[in-house]
């Protein structure tokens, strides 16, 4: 009765981890604010959800399932998340006005990519 309880309580806040991800999903300015938003909140509510899971059928198949979910959420959600911040400075989409300092311009890997994307856009048009 108490893991049930308890549970419940982790999917509750699961919940409002995934409802304010959406929000910030429709409220903030840019990607890359709403990337954070997405990943954070989602990340978490997904993997409270999952636990409350977990909480409320124990050590079963089902169970086991729901830790293996959470795993797989925590391991691929920031690498995603970075793929999709990194594409997105690549295309060259701009921060707000609000921002006020930008990582990925002092980063020379970057440029050095930039460089590399243009040599082989030039061998394409030959």
Same mark, same amino acid.
């Given at each position: 009765?108490?893991?049930?309880?308890?549970?419940?309580?982790?999917?509750?806040?699961?919940?409002?981890?995934?409802?304010?991800?959406?929000?910030?999903?429709?409220?903030?300015?840019?990607?890359?604010?709403?990337?954070?938003?997405?990943?954070?909140?989602?990340?978490?509510?997904?993997?409270?959800?999952?636990?409350?899971?977990?909480?409320?059928?124990?050590?079963?198949?089902?169970?086991?399932?729901?830790?293996?979910?959470?795993?797989?959420?925590?391991?691929?959600?920031?690498?995603?998340?970075?793929?999709?911040?990194?594409?997105? *400075?690549?295309?060259?989409?701009?921060?707000?006005?609000?921002?006020?300092?930008?990582?990925?311009?002092?980063?020379?890997?970057?440029?050095?990519?930039?460089?590399?994307?243009?040599?082989?856009?030039?061998?394409? *048009?030959?």
């Amino acid at each position: 009765m108490i893991n049930e309880t308890i549970g419940l309580i982790f999917i509750v806040l699961g919940c409002l981890f995934d409802f304010f991800g959406v929000l910030g999903l429709i409220r903030l300015p840019d990607v890359y604010n709403r990337l954070q938003a997405a990943t954070k909140c989602v990340t978490f509510g997904s993997a409270g959800i999952l636990f409350g899971v977990f909480l409320m059928y124990g050590f079963t198949n089902f169970g086991f399932k729901a830790l293996i979910g959470i795993i797989f959420i925590f391991l691929t959600s920031p690498a995603a998340a970075h793929a999709i911040a990194r594409a997105a *400075h690549i295309s060259k989409i701009k921060l707000t006005k609000e921002s006020v300092i930008d990582h990925y311009a002092q980063d020379n890997e970057l440029l050095e990519e930039e460089v590399n994307l243009t040599e082989i856009e030039e061998l394409e *048009h030959i």
